[in-house]
């Protein structure tokens, strides 16, 4: 079982980036795919999550509105657009593969690896 996360970098606030996580090893349309982050000395966040059986979407609350969550099923891949990003923003994402429990409540049964996202103000 593979999640692959990428995309994070360093941006200005206001700015864009793109993560995706790929994943393999496993069946894609059993699971809903969740972006979560964790800032230092922060508790870790339900960022936002997809169903990949039914497309339906999941924010937070401090991301809505901004973060665009989008699947490409034929390629098990699932993406998060960010946009006018914010320094609190900074943070590790992680994707993760599991089942929507009640958001942001999230049963997780397989984790990638995180990618930097750093926003400077």
């Known amino acids: 079982v593979q999640l692959q996360a990428s995309g994070g970098g360093l941006v200005q606030a206001g700015g864009s980036l793109r993560l995706s996580c790929a994943a393999s090893g496993f069946t894609f349309d059993d699971y809903a795919i969740g972006w979560f982050r964790q800032a230092p000395g922060k508790e870790r966040e339900g960022v936002s999550c997809i169903s990949s059986s039914d497309g339906s979407t999941y924010y937070a609350d401090s991301v809505k509105g901004r973060f665009t969550i989008f699947s490409d099923n034929a390629k098990n891949t699932v993406y998060l657009q960010m946009n006018s990003l914010k320094p609190e923003d900074t943070a590790v994402y992680y994707c993760?593969?599991?089942?929507?429990?009640?958001?942001?409540?999230?049963?997780?049964?397989?984790w990638g690896q995180g990618t930097q996202v750093t926003v400077s103000s």
């Open positions: 993760a593969a599991g089942y929507i429990v009640s958001w942001p409540e999230y049963e997780i049964h397989y």
